[in-house]
């Protein structure tokens, strides 16, 4: 396994980030009313499904997210496109997605849309700006594509017996358990301190924010 060059694609950022997207998904889908903050299939699935059913104002809550995230995206570009800072611009993004997160805390249940709307934003952000662990494409705010690229290299090795693909594998199932963590997580979380839960991930965003002022090899791209 190649060594990660910048502290954001290294193995420790990927697991904080991993978690945080985890912790996201639970707390919107349980805290704030069965949406996601990160698998837009299912939202779109359930916008789709609610809109045939003649339920047009449950449909809108799963499609405005989906828009959100969308725009989180196309935040995270223009940030590294177009805004010079003192700051890299990936922890500007996460310095953004924290300051949301904590925001959305403070959002009572009454402003669920909003909740929900807001904390897609963030993940949109985050995906589009934390893409890669030690030189491998990794996505820390959903699961498919790390579990096709996690079996695709369990099969590499079968077949090639090298070692690499092997490590690389467990690479992809390390970001999917951390997911999971932050799910538990979250989980557990509603439970203890009901909506404000996601400052959590806040707290996890702004450690994130923290751990990247390391410099591993000089300036990141």
């Known amino acids: 396994m190649e060594r990660a060059k910048q502290i954001s694609e290294s193995i420790e950022m990927g697991a904080i980030m991993a978690l945080a997207g985890g912790f996201m998904d639970a707390y919107s889908y349980i805290g704030r009313g069965g949406v996601f903050a990160n698998a837009q299939t299912g939202n779109m699935l359930l916008a789709a499904v609610n809109?045939?059913?003649?339920?047009?104002?449950?449909?809108?809550?799963?499609?405005?997210?989906?828009?959100?995230?969308?725009?989180?995206?196309?935040m995270a570009d223009l940030v590294h496109e177009r805004f010079a800072s003192v700051l890299h611009w990936r922890q500007e993004t996460v310095l953004v997605e924290a300051a949301i997160l904590f925001f959305v805390s403070r959002l009572p249940e009454s402003q669920n849309l909003l909740a929900n709307c807001?904390?897609?934003?963030?993940?949109?952000?985050?995906v589009e700006s934390f893409r890669k662990i030690h030189g491998h494409g990794i996505a820390t705010t959903m699961c498919i594509g790390n579990l096709r690229s996690a079996l695709q290299n369990v099969d590499d090795f079968i077949i090639t017996h090298n070692r690499g693909f092997l490590l690389n594998g467990l690479l992809y199932f390390g970001v999917i358990a951390m997911f999971m963590a932050g799910a538990v997580l979250g989980n557990a979380c509603i439970g203890w301190f009901g909506l404000h839960a996601i400052a959590v991930a806040s707290a996890l965003l702004a450690l994130a924010f923290t751990v990247m002022f390391v410099d591993l090899e000089g300036n990141e791209d």
């Open 118 to 126: 807001l904390t897609s934003l963030a993940c949109g952000m985050q």
């Open 51 to 74: 809109l045939s059913s003649g339920d047009p104002h449950s449909s809108l809550k799963h499609l405005l997210p989906v828009i959100a995230f969308a725009l989180g995206i196309m």
